[in-house]
C-alpha cells in the first residue's frame, strides 16, 4: 500500500441499508479526516480524529459515525442511508506534527443511494 | 460565519497566464492552501501560504494578503494538463480546513 486507500471505488445501496466505507493509511498519519464532496460545494467534512482513539465532529456529522481503533484505519458507517447522502466520499489523512496541516487524500468513494 | 469564495469556472488558451482569486472570511486563520483536481480524482497539493506574499513553485505562484483576506493561484505556461479545478482551503482557528467550492479552469488550444 502507498499512501490512502479506500473501499469500495463505487457502490450503489438502498436507502435504509447500512454501509461502512473503508479508509487505509500506511504513512502512520496522525490525523484522518472524511469529507463528502457535492457539485457546486467545496469538500465537506463529516468527521475527524486527531490521534488513534479519538475522534470528532464536522461540518456535517448527522447520520455518518466513524471509529478509530488504530492509526492506519478510519472507517465511515452510514447506519440508515439517505437520499441525500448520495455523494463522493474522500477520506485524508496529515500529519499534525509538521509544520502545516497538508492534507493526503485518497481516491474517493463514489455513493449512490436509492 | 465561514465563508471562502472562488470563481465557479475561468477559461484560458494554452501558453498563457491564468490567475484564480480567492477571498476568505474564517474563525481565525492558520494558513491557506491551493489544491488541484482532476475531473474524477482525489484533491492533490498545490501550495501553502501563511505569511504574506508570494511563494512560487515552477510555473505556479500563490499569493496572500492577510490583511485583504485575499488569495490567488498564478498558473504560466499553461498546459493542456492543467485543466482541472482548483481548491482553495483556509486553516482555520480549529486547525480544521475550510473549502471553497473550487474554480474550474478550462484550457483551450
Known amino acids: 500500500i502507498a499512501g490512502i486507500t479506500q473501499a469500495p471505488t463505487s457502490q450503489i445501496l438502498a436507502a435504509g441499508r447500512r454501509m461502512t466505507l473503508r479508509c487505509t493509511q500506511d504513512?502512520?498519519?496522525?490525523?484522518m479526516y472524511w469529507y463528502r464532496q457535492d457539485l457546486g460545494l467545496g469538500l465537506r467534512l463529516i468527521h475527524y480524529?486527531?490521534?488513534?482513539?479519538?475522534?470528532g465532529k464536522g461540518e456535517v456529522p448527522d447520520g455518518y459515525s466513524v471509529s478509530r481503533a488504530n492509526t492506519d484505519d478510519f472507517p465511515l458507517t452510514l447506519a440508515s442511508a439517505v437520499p441525500s447522502q448520495t455523494s463522493v466520499y474522500f477520506c485524508?489523512?496529515?500529519?499534525?506534527?509538521?509544520?502545516?496541516?497538508?492534507?493526503?487524500f485518497g481516491p474517493g468513494t463514489r455513493l449512490t443511494v436509492l | 460565519g465561514q465563508n471562502i469564495d472562488q470563481p465557479t469556472e475561468m477559461t484560458a488558451t494554452e501558453g498563457a497566464i491564468v490567475q484564480i482569486n480567492c477571498t476568505y472570511q474564517?474563525?481565525?486563520?492558520?494558513?491557506l492552501f491551493w489544491y488541484q483536481q482532476h475531473a474524477g480524482e482525489a484533491p492533490t497539493f498545490l501550495s501553502y501560504?501563511?505569511l504574506d506574499g508570494l511563494e512560487e513553485k515552477g510555473r505556479f505562484s500563490s499569493f496572500l494578503s492577510r490583511s485583504k483576506g485575499y488569495s490567488y493561484l498564478l498558473l504560466k505556461e499553461l498546459q493542456m494538463k492543467d485543466s482541472a479545478s482548483y481548491l482553495c482551503?483556509?486553516?482555520?482557528?480549529?486547525?480544521?480546513?475550510?473549502w471553497g467550492a473550487g474554480t474550474k479552469l478550462i484550457i483551450k488550444p
Open positions: 485524508a489523512s496529515s500529519d499534525r506534527a509538521e509544520s502545516y496541516n497538508e492534507q493526503f
Open positions: 504513512m502512520r498519519h496522525n490525523a
Open positions: 480524529s486527531n490521534t488513534a482513539g479519538t475522534t
Open positions: 474564517t474563525s481565525g486563520f492558520n494558513g
Open positions: 501560504n501563511v
Open positions: 482551503a483556509v486553516e482555520d482557528s480549529n486547525y480544521q480546513l475550510i
